[in-house]
Each structure stands twice: as C-alpha cells, then as structure tokens.
T-cell receptor, first 112, second 114 residues
C-alpha cells in the first residue's frame, strides 16, 4: 500500500529559527512532491512542489528531495508566528495523472 | 478573480437526508476532485473527474454521488447511505497540462449530522 508518513507533531520552534518538516514515502517510483499549508479551519494552500533531487527555494521556504532515501523536507527560515499551521505533504502516485497520496500533516507552532 | 468556490460554508444534515455540496471553478481546469478530511487525518479522495460527463470513484466513494455536466461545476451529493458524514469536505481542481498536477482547493464545506 502506498503511504506517505509525517510526524504529527506538534513541532515547536522559536520565532526567527529554522523549522524543518519531514515526509517519507513508500513508493520509489513517485515523481512529484507537494507541500501544502493548512491553517486551522481553512483549506490547504499550495506552498511548493518539487520533482527533481536536490533543493528548491522560494523566499523563506526550501523544499529538499532525496529520492534514494525516499524523503522530502520543507525548511522554513526566519520562522514567523504566521507560519503556525499544519503542513501537509502529498506525493503524486506513479502512473497516475490525478492521484495525490496525502500525509496526515505536521502541526507547526512558532513561539514568539 | 480566478478561483474555486464552495457552498455552503456550513451544512447541517438530519438523519436519512440527502444533501448536495456545490463546487465551482473559473480556472479553466480540466480535473476536479472531492476530498474528505477528518480531524488528525490526511485527505481522502471521494471522487474525481478529468473531463465533462466522466468521473471515477476514489478511495471512499460509498454513500456519495457526483455529476460533471459542465467543466466549471462538480457538485457532490452526500446520501443517506453515508453512515458517518460529519467531516470537512474539500473540492479541488487542477490542470492536466504539464504533468505536475498541482491541486488548488476551495474554502471547504463543514458538514454536521444532527
């Protein structure tokens, strides 16, 4: 069974520090990887996606992909209280045009 | 403004009642999806549609039905056969061009069974 695993948290990080969120996936053939942010009571919002090994940076966010070890990470630099949310990892199922397999999310708390 | 709208925001259902959740998008996306989210869990796919007049069951389709008569619209009906419908329902859409399938979400409908 295809799985995407995330530590549920909460992960508590001081304001201004780097928050590191991790996600592992079971299907070695997975190609595309997505990070979504979900505030309490709201719908998920796409932050970044990555499809090749290495790092992808967008502002304070960096996604890291390691296909050999089957994990994808999201780093948030200079964490702000507004970054406090649940972060969902999603992986595109191999051979599928539509299916994303979702992790249960990691709750991140940024402490002022 | 381009985006996805869902209505209503909150919905209350009595036992044995069918209810329909609306989802509309003006992003010109081909694919649309319905997910269910329960507390502390990931998103679970109910139904998806890649083209008009065609849709497929997801992982938890039992007790739900959909239609796709227009590209912009993908309503979800929660039938009385769904025994535990209280959840947060999310509609999403994506373009199938490019192959990455970034999905974008509407604001959601919170359904409660009375």
């Amino acid at each position: 069974q295809k799985e995407v695993e995330q530590n549920s948290g909460p992960l508590s990080v001081p304001e201004g520090a780097i928050a590191s969120l991790n996600c592992t996936y079971s299907d070695r053939g997975s190609q595309s990887f997505f990070w979504y942010r979900q505030y309490s009571g709201k719908s998920p919002e796409l932050i970044m996606f990555i499809y090749s090994n290495g790092d992808k940076e967008d502002g304070r966010f960096t996604a890291q992909l390691n296909k050999a070890s089957q994990y994808v990470s999201l780093l948030i630099r200079d964490s702000q209280p507004s970054d406090s949310a649940t972060y969902l990892c999603a992986v595109k199922a191999p051979g599928s045009n539509y299916q994303l397999i979702w992790g249960a999310g990691t709750k991140l708390i940024i402490k002022p | 403004d381009g985006g996805i709208t869902q209505s209503p925001k909150y919905l209350f259902r009595k036992e044995g009642q069918n209810v329909t959740l609306s989802c509309e998008q003006n992003l010109n996306h081909d694919a649309m999806y319905w997910y269910r989210q329960d507390p502390g869990q990931g998103l679970r796919l109910i139904y998806y549609s890649q083209i008009v007049n065609d849709f497929q069951k997801g992982d938890i389709a039992e007790g739900y039905s959909v239609s796709r008569e227009k590209k912009e619209s993908f309503p979800l009906t929660v039938t009385s056969a769904q025994k535990n419908p209280t959840a947060f329902y999310l509609c999403a859409s994506s373009s199938l061009v490019g192959g990455y399938n970034e999905q974008f979400f509407g604001p959601g409908t919170r359904l409660t069974v009375l």
